[in-house]
């Protein structure tokens, strides 16, 4: 049960891989969101990635596999995990092969751009790392957290001007990804639907064909 989910920023690779990691019962891991949690403590992974995020552009591989090496081969990931985020370069790809790390599956979540442009400028976020949408995931309370109650925000990199970066990231540098696993055959494509629960439905039904 090691899955990677891939797709474009907006895609709703956190959200789908929160609601599969329920029935699995395996940890999610979201480099996007340790990332933010490093910059939150200001440790020395946080000052370094600060500039790369609030850019749009990838944080160093080095900087990110570090992060992902610790937790992979900690005891949590023992029964298996679901990738959200990374890998994000073939140099990242390539350093989880040399982990040892045996993936069964690769999800990519397909939307264009133009619809993550409309999306991303609904979406808001809690530090606790819920993700909600104001049209598409709203919460029961407008601005507040489900879990926790907490005032919902907009992430600093879902500026307009940032989210076309991380576009043009993630077209330049994250999609020939989906070569270099189609090649291995582990690719599998699922269109990212309008409402979450309609893209969950074909997630689980992709992720049943290959008996996940
Ligand atoms: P996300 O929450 O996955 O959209 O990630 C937010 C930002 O964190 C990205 O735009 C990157 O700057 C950085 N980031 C997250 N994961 C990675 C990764 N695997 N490699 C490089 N940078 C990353």
Same mark, same amino acid.
């Given at each position: 049960?090691?899955?990677?989910?891939?797709?474009?920023?907006?895609?709703?690779?956190?959200?789908?891989?929160?609601?599969?990691?329920?029935?699995?019962?395996?940890?999610?891991?979201?480099?996007?969101?340790?990332?933010?949690?490093?910059?939150?403590?200001?440790?020395?992974?946080?000052?370094?990635?600060?500039?790369?995020? =609030? #850019?749009?552009?990838?944080?160093? /591989?080095? &900087?990110?596999?570090?992060? *992902?090496? @610790?937790?992979?081969?900690?005891?949590?990931?023992?029964?298996?995990?679901?990738?959200?985020?990374?890998?994000?370069?073939?140099?990242?790809?390539?350093?989880? =092969? #040399?982990?040892?790390?045996?993936? /069964?599956? &690769?999800?990519?979540?397909? *939307?264009? @751009?133009?619809?993550?442009?409309?999306?991303?400028?609904?979406?808001?976020?809690?530090?606790?790392?819920?993700?909600?949408?104001?049209?598409?995931?709203?919460?029961?309370?407008?601005?507040?957290?489900?879990?926790?109650?907490?005032?919902?925000?907009?992430?600093?990199?879902?500026?307009?001007?940032?989210?076309?970066?991380?576009?043009?990231?993630?077209?330049?540098?994250?999609?020939?990804?989906?070569?270099?696993?189609?090649?291995?055959?582990?690719?599998?494509?699922?269109?990212?639907?309008?409402?979450?629960?309609?893209?969950?439905?074909?997630?689980?039904?992709?992720?049943?064909?290959?008996?996940?």
């Amino acid at each position: 049960m090691k899955l990677i989910f891939l797709g474009p920023p907006g895609a709703g690779k956190g959200t789908q891989a929160e609601r599969v990691i329920e029935r699995l019962g395996v940890p999610q891991i979201s480099t996007g969101e340790l990332l933010r949690r490093a910059m939150k403590e200001g440790s020395e992974t946080g000052v370094k990635a600060r500039g790369y995020i =609030e #850019s749009g552009a990838l944080v160093p /591989d080095e &900087v990110v596999n570090g992060i *992902v090496r @610790d937790y992979l081969l900690s005891d949590d990931c023992r029964r298996g995990f679901i990738l959200d985020g990374f890998p994000r370069t073939i140099a990242q790809a390539e350093a989880l =092969e #040399s982990m040892g790390v045996h993936i /069964d599956a &690769v999800l990519s979540i397909e *939307v264009s @751009d133009e619809k993550i442009i409309r999306r991303m400028s609904g979406r808001r976020v809690c530090e606790c790392g819920m993700s909600y949408h104001t049209e598409y995931l709203p919460p029961k309370e407008e601005g507040k957290c489900d879990k926790c109650g907490k005032p919902l925000v907009i992430r600093n990199d879902d500026a307009a001007e940032t989210v076309a970066k991380r576009l043009e990231t993630y077209h330049r540098q994250t999609e020939p990804l989906l070569d270099f696993y189609d090649r291995r055959g582990l690719l599998i494509r699922v269109e990212g639907q309008e409402k979450v629960e309609d893209t969950t439905a074909l997630v689980e039904k992709a992720l049943a064909a290959v008996g996940k």
